[in-house]
């Protein structure tokens, strides 16, 4: 994915707290990360934004046949990302967002 | 309390709500206690899912409760040796000493890689808490059992395959035929134990025709119209053969169902693939009223061609449903008999009277809805998925009901686990189903297929692209992993409540890889063959001793398969005695554990993302809360501000509506259609392939085909011709799952009834063979693995079978009358890649062996060897 482009200083932005939980904390090597997008951006654009600073394993663990990895729970502001619409949801409608990006290991399930 | 009873000393006679756990369907029960004692434990008549049923596990919960050979105190491993029968030397710590080992050992294995944490339990109230752990901490190995056992691992990702939701059942309020394909569907053995066994029973007063397809006359089969006893792992070539009667002796099959609901008439091209729209890729169908392909979106169903043959720019194409035609009719009557040793007028017969009762055609008024009415099913179970195919077996015996109809329709077979109110099957790539669950969307769902990559979980799911889980392989990840390309192994080892030594694949194997783990913690309230592997062991509660919320989640999580109509409903166990001894709720150490270890707010956020918390009921990862704050706000969160955690204490149980038609019958309310060509097999087993020729590992690919066929199992085609008896294992409704052994009462129960323990044979291979009833007789393996038993003779057993019920044979219990009785059927599996279904994971439970007499009845010698002892 290409990297998205940096909001213009007259733009609104939205300054997202993003947390990770789970294995995802070793691979970008911290548990917190702040980042600046336009205030209209989707939670697609902030994986972007997250795939152009940790490389493409970051994208291949969130990422599966272009949506949201089954393994993969996307809190925005304590929300289930995908009762927002997913990769379209939107951050926030203010200039903060909270997102938290948990990687779970399978359901618990069957017998 | 009376004057009277103060008299008599009792200054306490309370009854308690909560919820058993004796087994996972967890049923709403209450207590009664006398004087801090529980005394007593039934149904509450308008609880669901059981409405006051209670089984006699259930009845016999108290006896675990108050067993005297309980864990009471933290353990810790003395001896450095480690195996079957090798004592472990406990010695009595502290829980403060227990705490501070734990903890280190985790932390340490955390700062290493924390995949090397490898968690499993069996306690269903508990998995939302652990896989949050798990999250925390950062291990993507988790898993509730180790080598799906309990439904063979193949019944599941079917059942997403044509409903979309976790498992399936048939219609018992509406049904009037039903087919049980290895079986227990309502006889207490399976799930919702008491639930469906009260509207099984409903169902057959009311007249539903039941026929039960099984080596063993079960006790499914002994309460049924009819029992047709088959060779083990041959049912698909039944279900063919039936089908082909159905399709080319017949002609009877539901054609309005099939072209709207089915991808039968999506074109296929001679490589298998589908004929596809060269402008965005969509599959095509033939539009016969129009004279030439269309896309699958652009022709009415009803003009789509189910059958025929066409030319398209210069490619053969063929509707899907007209190669399953052809497909079928290489499975004759005839030739199924000799592959099922079931009459060819059995087949013809059975395929008859189901397609019959579904009654092709008719519709049934529901809720406002007209909806199609195919009072048939087919239903299936551990019987035909613990093969070496299992997920092929359980595919043809869906078809069946594909072909009449009946998939998600009132009468016929239906999703029974549909992850409540919020779960809504939807259309996906190529216009099949896919689950709608807002919240896991295709969590687990073999549909659309899963991409393979480089395995990162123990138990190698990664190249199981259509299974919904792999825990088969978990135990051959930890011993073969490396030739798998994993780079990490087991550090450390948490096992609560899942007895895996006893239930899954062979014990020697499990205790090679058990042996592996440098540091092992068992949660456990009593020793069992896993617990003898542990570095430390904690003492935990019984269900009577603890509190944990929504036991069942209808939600996000499956549910006690509810049937149409029935009510969504949250339960929960709570404290109806304190705990003995030193006893602590596993989850709530675990918690502290995720404190100790720093992770306690990450532990919170996962548990808001596992639990999906509303708002204002979320954990702030900033704060601290106590267990009773978690589960005060996990009420809240799904029942409502009013029914928090002192309405559960008082009520035990909140009821939030009845199931819809809309939820029961969703068939007709959705887009998304079932394959019953499997077309995207094809590409999975491609990508399989692939990746595993370039990684050097050898791996069988060759059930991944588009068309279901019956293949032996390795045991049938293996086998020297002296090995002559298929071992068959069938469930013992007291019996299944958790905590029995222990058990006093349902020891003694055992006991009383001549079918347990003792391993039974047909009466005329007992005559063939010389044998008679109470026999003690040699079984043994063409791998050598060896048991003794004493023999029954029955009617009721297919003649090439032996039947071993239930898992006995223990050789870790307190219990001195269950220690070594029967015979411990999975001794007999060989626990090797190879036997392993790779499309499903399941373990291939087909065994054959010889048999010869050691000792005849009545003759005296000491008592009967156990095939383990320590």
């Known amino acids: 994915m290409p990297p998205a482009s940096a909001p213009e200083k007259t733009k609104l932005v939205v300054e997202v707290r993003v947390t990770f939980v789970g294995l995802i904390q070793r691979l970008v090597g911290r548990r917190e990360e702040a980042v600046v997008l336009p205030q209209e951006a989707t939670l697609g654009g902030l994986l972007r934004e997250l795939a152009a600073r940790y490389g493409q394993e970051l994208e291949e663990r969130l990422l599966e046949n272009g949506e949201l990895a089954a393994h993969v729970t996307i809190l925005i502001n304590g929300r289930n990302a995908l009762t927002q619409g997913g990769l379209t949801a939107k951050l926030s409608d203010g200039s903060q967002s909270r997102v938290e990006i948990v990687l779970l290991g399978p359901p618990l399930m069957g017998g | 309390m009376t004057d009277r009873q103060l008299a008599a000393g009792i200054w306490e006679d309370v009854w308690i709500p909560t919820a058993c756990d004796m087994c996972y369907n967890v049923c709403t029960v209450r207590v009664h206690r006398v004087n801090g004692v529980a005394v007593k434990i ?14 006699a596990k259930g009845n016999a919960g108290l006896m675990n409760l108050y067993n005297p050979h309980r864990i009471t105190s933290p353990l810790l491993r003395t001896n450095s040796q480690k195996g079957i029968g090798v004592d472990p030397k406990w010695k009595e710590i502290s829980w403060d000493e227990a705490m501070d080992l734990l903890v280190e050992k985790l932390r340490l294995a955390r700062s290493k890689d924390p995949r090397g944490l490898v968690a499993a339990t069996f306690d269903r109230c508990s998995y939302f808490s652990l896989r949050a752990f798990m ?23 079917v059942a997403y395959t044509i409903t979309g939701s976790n498992d399936v059942h048939p219609d018992l309020k509406l049904c009037n035929y039903l087919l049980l394909f290895g079986s227990s569907h309502g006889f207490v053995a399976q799930q919702n134990a008491m639930g469906l066994a009260r509207e099984m029973a409903e169902a057959r007063i009311r007249g539903m025709k039941l026929v039960v397809i099984d080596p063993v006359c079960t006790y499914a089969a002994s309460k049924a119209d009819e029992w047709i006893p088959i060779r083990p792992g041959t049912d698909t070539a039944f279900a063919l053969s039936l089908m082909n009667v159905l399709v080319n002796e017949l002609g009877l099959y539901d054609v309005p169902y099939l072209k709207k609901y089915t991808n039968s008439t999506y074109l296929v091209r001679p490589d298998g693939h589908y004929l596809r729209d060269p402008k965005d890729g969509r599959p095509l169908v033939w539009d016969a009223r129009n004279g ?24 053969k194409a063929a509707p899907a449903f007209q190669l399953f035609k052809e497909h079928l009719r290489s499975y004759l009557p005839e030739r199924a008999s000799e592959i099922t040793t079931i009459p060819a007028e059995t087949i013809r017969r059975v395929a008859r009277d189901l397609v019959e009762a579904a009654r092709l055609g008719s519709t049934i008024h529901v809720e406002g809805h007209d909806l199609p009415f195919r009072p048939a099913a087919a239903c299936w179970y551990r019987g035909i998925s613990a093969h070496k195919h299992g997920m092929l077996n359980g595919m043809s015996v869906a078809q069946i009901n594909l072909l009449i109809g009946a998939v998600d329709v009132p009468g016929g077979l239906i999703n029974s686990t549909a992850a409540g109110p919020n779960w809504r099957p939807q259309e996906g790539p190529d216009g099949l189903l896919v689950p709608g669950n807002p919240f896991t969307y295709h969590h687990a769902s073999p549909i659309p297929p899963r991409k393979v990559k480089q395995p990162e979980t123990l138990e190698l799911v990664e190249l199981f692209p259509v299974s919904t889980y792999a825990r088969t392989m978990l135990w051959l990840g930890v011993l073969y992993g490396e030739k798998f390309g994993l780079n990490y192994g087991p550090q450390v080892f948490i096992q609560c409540r899942t007895n895996m030594m006893a239930a899954s694949g062979d014990p020697e194997v499990m205790a090679e890889a058990l042996k592996r783990v440098p540091f092992m913690v068992s949660f456990a309230d009593q020793h069992d063959e896993t617990t003898e ?24 999580h499956y549910n006690n398969a509810p049937l149409p109509d029935d009510e969504w409903c949250f339960n929960f166990q709570q404290p109806v005695v304190k705990p003995m001894g030193q006893a602590r709720y596993w989850m709530e150490v675990l918690t502290e554990v995720a404190d100790r270890l720093g992770i306690i ?106 068309l279901t066929e019956w293949r032996p199992c390795p045991a049938q085609k293996e086998s020297p011709a002296e090995y002559d008896l298929f071992v068959v294992n069938q469930k013992v409704p007291f019996l299944t799952l958790t905590f029995t052994s222990e058990n006093p009462w349902l020891v003694d129960l055992a006991h009383h009834n001549a079918k347990v323990f003792p391993v039974g044979m047909n009466a005329a291979t007992g005559r063939r063979k010389g044998i008679v009833a109470g026999d003690e007789i040699e079984i043994e393996t063409p791998s050598g693995k060896k048991v003794r038993a004493i023999a029954r003779l029955t009617e009721g057993l297919h003649p090439e079978c032996l039947a071993v019920p239930a898992i006995l044979g223990r050789w870790v219990t307190s219990n001195d009358r269950a220690r070594g009785q029967g015979v411990h059927f999975n001794s007999l599996l060989e626990y090797t890649v190879d036997r392993l279904d790779t499309l499903s994971a399941a373990l291939d439970a087909c065994v054959k062996v010889r048999v010869r007499r050691v000792r005849a009845s009545g003759q005296k010698e000491a008592a009967i060897a156990p095939y383990r002892s320590p």
């Open chain 2, 42 to 55: 039934e149904g509450i008549p308008e609880a669901p899912p059981n409405y006051g049923k209670v089984c």
């Open chain 2, 135 to 157: 999250a925390a901490y950062g291990s993507p190995n988790v898993t509730n059992t180790s080598a799906g056992f309990f439904c063979g691992n193949g019944v599941h990702p």
């Open chain 2, 292 to 315: 030439r392909a269309g896309a699958l979106d652009g022709v009415e169903p009803t003009d789509a061609a189910l059958e025929g043959s066409f030319q398209l720019e210069g490619v």
């Open chain 2, 533 to 556: 592997f542990a570095d430390l062991l904690l003492p935990d509660t019984h269900a009577l001793e603890r509190l944990v919320p929504v036991v069942f989640n209808p939600y996000v």
């Open chain 2, 601 to 706: 707010g990450d532990f919170y956020t996962a548990f808001n993302a596992t639990a999906h918390l509303e708002d204002g009921y979320r954990l702030d990862p900033s704060q601290k809360y106590t267990w009773e704050d978690i589960c005060d706000r996990w009420f809240k969160s799904y029942c409502g501000e009013e029914h928090g955690l002192e309405y559960f204490r008082g009520h035990g149980y909140c009821k939030l509506g009845k199931r819809t038609a809309e939820q029961s019958y969703p068939r007709v309310f959705h887009k998304g259609r079932i394959p019953l060509y499997l077309e995207h097999f094809i590409g999975a087993g491609e990508d399989v392939r692939k990746f595993t020729q370039e990684h050097n590992i050898p791996w069988d690919t060759s059930d991944y085909i588009p």
